[in-house]
């Protein structure tokens, strides 16, 4: 984007609080975020908020995905 001209870069992270398997990569995501020089923002989520907020999540879905739920079930 640099390249292109763009100076501006705005680059953002989801994480969670109390992952159960460990797998949360905002930590390296600001990393990256500092490497590149953009201004970053990370917002972590918990739990609760998933189990309240499913259905409306499945709702925004432009398509059937289950990614992320192969974590879970295996």
Excluded: Q, W
């Excluded at 975020?33 to 925004?60: G, Q, W």
């Amino acid at each position: 984007m640099r390249i292109c001209g763009v100076s501006d870069i705005k680059t953002y992270t989801i994480g969670f609080e109390e992952s159960p398997l460990g797998i949360d990569e905002s930590n390296d995501a600001v990393e990256i975020a500092r490497f590149y020089n953009t201004k970053h923002s990370a917002v972590k989520i918990s739990n609760n908020f998933i189990e309240e907020n499913f259905i409306d999540y499945v709702k925004a879905l432009d398509r059937p995905s289950a990614d992320g739920f192969k974590y879970i079930f295996g």
